[in-house]
């Protein structure tokens, strides 16, 4: 495999920092980090560059990170697949005059040149690309939330940054909701239509907890019903998701949301009708009510 | 207020016939405008109407779907005052600094522009790139994830919903805002809007072999195959369905 020669991984989000790095260490000879707000997430490189932008957070990182670039000419930039984290890949892709692969899966370095994979039309099919160096990966969940060591990075530099001229943030609330870590789980309990309502989520939420398992959901559910916010929606964004267990519940198993899912271990999948495709695709299957078979679960493992 | 909302004419991929393994017929699905982008363009009528005397500015950067009659009505139909599209084959399936590289000339061309807007993501790709990266092309004030807009004097009040918090800010314009599609609910347009949507201004640019180099090539595009699976499917409910299933799950907690 030949490696490019140098990458810089740009962390917005100290949670993702080994994955990344560790990455970064598998596609390149030599890493950087640019940690931004984030002085945990100097692991793994040769050098880190601690961003502080005394809460402003990505959009004020922008300008130093480019900056970076220009210093370091690297030629792969890794980031996570966060909001802040595109943000930061489109500056640098921009910058580099090239697209990120984003939600990006199978890397696979050739020489002057990474190929990878994604999803797209909705799950509907994967396209596979090469991006020419210097290329910007935004790294997708099963790769940014893959364990890792981290160990901590030696040579650090600090850089102060700001928000542009004519830009101020005005407030800043933290919010109390955990984190969804589909790419991460070990478990995840998808649900599709056939949780009807909000009640029937929150005690199949209730359930996932108790087994360790993360929610996710089919687009209807977060699209069209609101029962479940974006962030859960396995497929949305192109994402592939590879835990151990995947839990299919009352979901009929359309390509679009099976190729966000068919990397998993091992699937199991509750639906009432006996015709629902799902069940063509799934490890151990159960014909019944989604619910009555989670709450005779939940007593089962209790 | 000059406002220009994007959007891309994208295959409507849910009609699009998908068979294991094999390369899906995109060219055979019907167009429609990408869902999220219309949370753009309303989201450009909302601000218009708290600042009388706005213009807002459709711009798509498309190939085949710029000549079509249908799609500029359908995206005039649902508020614009006029469109320009820049036109190129090279657009269809263009990258997204293909992309962005065209909207941001075309946005200088136009002149005067204050505020761009973007929805957060095309409907096919999903890569939520090119707005960010028109504002980094432009070198404008630039935020994605804004779920609240608002005017406040000459400045530009905006939310931004993150996963794990939410911020505010003020910007000087010109900026370029790519909105959730939680910021709000896309007007259907009236028999009314569609017949008025016929008579607006079209400006089409055609840009045939300007269109900036992409380095990213695309080496195949296959629907997902099935993975092998056990297939071991219990018609009812029963107890041993129930501990088969227990036994897995505990396998992993």
């Known amino acids: 495999m030949e490696k490019a020669k140098i990458c810089l991984a740009v962390i917005d989000d100290a949670g993702a920092a080994a994955p990344l790095t560790a990455l970064a260490g598998r596609l390149a000879g030599r890493v950087f980090v640019a940690a931004i707000d984030a002085p945990e997430a100097a692991v793994n490189a040769e050098k880190a560059w601690l961003i502080s932008t005394g809460g402003a957070g990505a959009a004020a990182a922008v300008g130093a990170v480019t900056r970076l670039l220009e210093e370091l000419a690297p030629e792969l930039v890794i980031t996570g697949a966060g909001r802040d984290s595109r943000m930061l890949a489109a500056h640098c892709a921009a910058a580099l005059r090239t697209s990120a692969l984003t939600d990006a899966d199978e890397l696979t370095p050739e020489p002057g040149a990474i190929a990878a994979r994604r999803l797209v039309y909705g799950g509907g099919a994967y396209k596979s ?174 | 207020m000059k406002i220009v909302a994007c959007y891309k004419n994208t295959p409507d991929f849910e009609s699009l016939r998908l068979q294991p393994g094999e390369e899906p017929d995109v060219s055979a699905a019907p167009l429609a405008i990408g869902q999220y982008d219309l949370n753009a363009v309303e989201a450009a009528m909302q601000l218009a109407q708290l600042a009388p005397g706005s213009e807002v500015i459709a711009l798509t950067a498309a190939g085949a779907a710029a000549d079509s009659t249908k799609q500029r009505k359908a995206i005039l139909s649902r508020g614009p005052d006029r469109l320009v599209v820049v036109k190129d084959e090279a657009f269809d399936g263009a990258d997204s600094f293909v992309t962005a590289s065209a909207l941001a000339a075309a946005i200088e061309r136009i002149g005067g522009v204050d505020l761009v807007l973007f929805g957060e993501g095309s409907a096919d790709m999903y890569a939520q790139q090119v707005g960010c990266m028109v504002g980094a092309l432009l070198g404008w004030r630039e935020l994605n994830s804004v779920s609240e807009l608002g005017l406040d004097g000459g400045a530009l009040t905006v939310r931004r919903e993150l996963a794990d918090r939410s911020e505010t800010y003020r910007l000087s314009l010109p900026a370029v805002i790519s909105v959730t599609s939680s910021i709000n609910r896309p007007r259907i347009p009236s028999m009314k809007d569609i017949l008025g949507a016929g008579k607006k201004g079209v400006e089409v640019i055609d840009c045939a072999g300007l269109a900036a180099d992409s380095r990213v090539e695309t080496l195949g595009l296959r629907a997902p195959e099935a993975a092998e699976r056990k297939g071991r499917v219990f018609q009812s409910v029963t107890d041993e369905a129930i501990e088969a299933l227990a036994l897995e799950i505990r396998r992993q907690m």
């Open chain 1, 129 to 302: 690309v090469r991006a020419a160096y210097p290329a910007v990966i935004c790294a997708g969940p099963s790769l940014a939330g893959a364990a890792a060591e981290a160990a901590p990075c030696a040579v650090l530099e600090e850089i102060r940054a700001s928000l542009p001229e004519g830009m101020e943030l005005t407030g800043r609330a933290e919010k109390s909701v955990v984190k969804v870590g589909l790419g991460a789980a070990k478990i995840v309990l998808g649900l599709g239509r056939g949780v009807k309502d909000a009640a029937n989520v929150e005690r199949a939420a209730a359930f996932a907890a108790r087994i360790g398992a993360e929610l996710g959901c089919t687009r209807p559910v977060a699209e069209d019903e609101g029962l479940l916010p974006r962030e859960r929606y396995i497929g949305v964004s192109g994402a592939v998701i590879k835990p151990a267990l995947y839990i299919a519940a009352g979901i009929s198993g359309q390509i679009q949301h099976m190729a966000g899912v068919n990397s998993s271990g091992v699937i199991i999948a509750i639906n009432k009708d006996k015709q629902a495709a799902i069940f063509e695709n799934c490890d151990y299957g159960v014909v019944g009510d989604m619910m009555e078979v989670l709450d005779a679960l939940d007593e089962k493992l209790s």
